[in-house]
């Protein structure tokens, strides 16, 4: 790639932002999208006819929420149950009055369990390793908060306080929070760990009901719709009309999620609170998840990058080959989306493998260049406050790290 081509901008930092307003606050999840990247990208290369966004990893739903900010209708799709989940609460108009009827309710109900003052039979649920990732007592007022969301009728109203809650179950947990895979404290850590698990759950939905307040001040003079798909994009996109968005914003993950980012993982405890069946499954499920033996693309930057991590370690090589794979794929199949003259925003990052700095950006690109596009920028961001490790364990060995990403391309790409 040239010079010219790419640009370091450290207007896209957005240092001093805060990233939490409006339903942004909602929900703590790996690797999120700020929004201010997303609006930014969204007034730059929308125009006053634009009608729809689209998502193709989705995640907890940042550009959903900006577009529909903007009045625009917004489409995106995630494998991840706990992430759908997050995407609809945080686009969702919940209506105010019933909802603080049922805070209400629910205050009440948390004080008389914690003080005793009622009783009743607590259904406890069944997952595997339950015991390993929680006290007792935790699974003990869990269930009850479980029990008191599984009446609520309203199914905004619902889905609202499964959000809190699943953020309730991942920090009330004996894992390590500071951690997106699954680390169990150490004896010590949990011989002192005593969650308020009322408290936490109260103060989510205090935080998320002021989140919400903003949004639907924000939308009220608004009509804008978002609908959540569970579609694999590197398998076909359905139901969305070919040469219907206008834009395409999106941060797809960096790797596949065992060696990189671990969606699944972080999403797990919450999904099995849930009922999500196979939770421990995801991570094999999203790009890259699933195995493939290394065959020539025939696009020469792909067939060069997995060859020379192939030449080093075999396996690992693979591993990146599945990724990029499924990664062209999915571009392939969300090309047809788009209509002409309009655009694609990717987010990525070049993570490393073997000591050797993939060019996730490049392949970006010339993957969009195989399918019509033309390229129109890429700029380059520092990370400052995306939600990430400063190192990682790639190969999972205990005490083997090696440095995460730090910067961010903004891959900008136009419909010929």
């Known amino acids: 790639m040239n010079y010219a081509e790419k640009w370091a901008d450290s207007s896209w930092d957005f240092k001093l932002e805060n990233t939490k307003t409006e339903t942004h606050c909602y929900h703590n999840y790996p690797a999120m999208m700020i929004p201010q990247i997303a609006k930014r990208l969204i007034n730059t290369y929308t125009s006053n006819d634009s009608k729809m966004l689209f998502d193709p990893y989705c995640g907890t739903g940042t550009s959903l929420v900006e577009a529909n900010l903007k009045g625009i209708n917004a ?38 369990i914690n003080f005793g003052l009622n009783r009743f039979n607590i259904v406890l ?14 699974i003990k007022k869990l269930a009850v908060i479980k029990q008191f969301i599984d009446n609520i009728a309203d199914e905004k109203v619902k889905n609202f306080f499964w959000v809190a809650f699943s953020e309730t179950v991942r920090e009330s947990s004996l894992t390590k929070n500071n951690e997106f895979k699954l680390y169990r404290m150490s004896e010590k850590q949990r011989a002192k760990f005593n969650p308020d698990v009322y408290g936490i759950i109260n103060s989510k939905l205090a935080r998320n009901r ?3 307040v903003q949004y ?5 003079n608004i009509k804008s719709e978002t609908i959540i798909y569970d579609f694999n994009t590197s398998e076909g996109v359905f139901d969305i009309e070919k040469k219907s968005i206008d834009i395409i914003i999106t941060s797809p993950p960096y790797g596949d999620s065992r060696t990189t980012v671990a969606y699944g993982q972080f999403s797990r405890l919450a999904n099995q609170w849930l009922g999500v069946d196979n939770a421990s499954q995801i991570d094999n499920q999203l790009m890259g998840g699933r195995a493939k033996k290394i065959e020539k693309t025939g696009i020469l930057i792909v067939d060069r990058t997995v060859n020379s991590i192939a030449e080093i370690d075999e396996k690992r090589g693979q591993e990146v080959y599945s990724f ?4 062209w794929k999915s571009i392939t199949n969300v090309s047809s989306l788009i209509k002409k003259g309009k655009y694609a925003c990717y987010v990525v990052g070049n993570r490393r493998v073997k000591g050797i700095t993939l060019p996730t950006h490049e392949i970006t690109k010339v993957l969009f260049e195989e399918n019509g596009f033309k390229h129109k920028n890429t700029f380059v961001r520092n990370i400052p406050n995306k939600r990430m490790p400063s190192e990682n364990s790639p190969t999972n060995i205990v005490g083997e790290k090696s440095k995460t990403i730090t910067n961010e391309y903004i891959v900008v790409m136009q419909k010929i």
């Open 216 to 220: 639907l001040e924000k939308t009220k």
């Open 75 to 112: 489409v995106g799709t995630d494998l991840n149950p706990l992430a759908r989940l997050i995407s609809k609460t945080k686009t969702s108009k919940v209506e105010l009055q019933i909802l603080d009827l049922y805070l209400k309710e629910f205050n009440d109900f948390a004080f008389n």
């Open 125 to 138: 649920p069944n997952f595997a390793n339950m015991d390993f990732w929680f006290k007792k007592d935790t």
């Open 324 to 327: 990029y794979y499924d990664y």
């Open 210 to 212: 002021k989140g919400l």
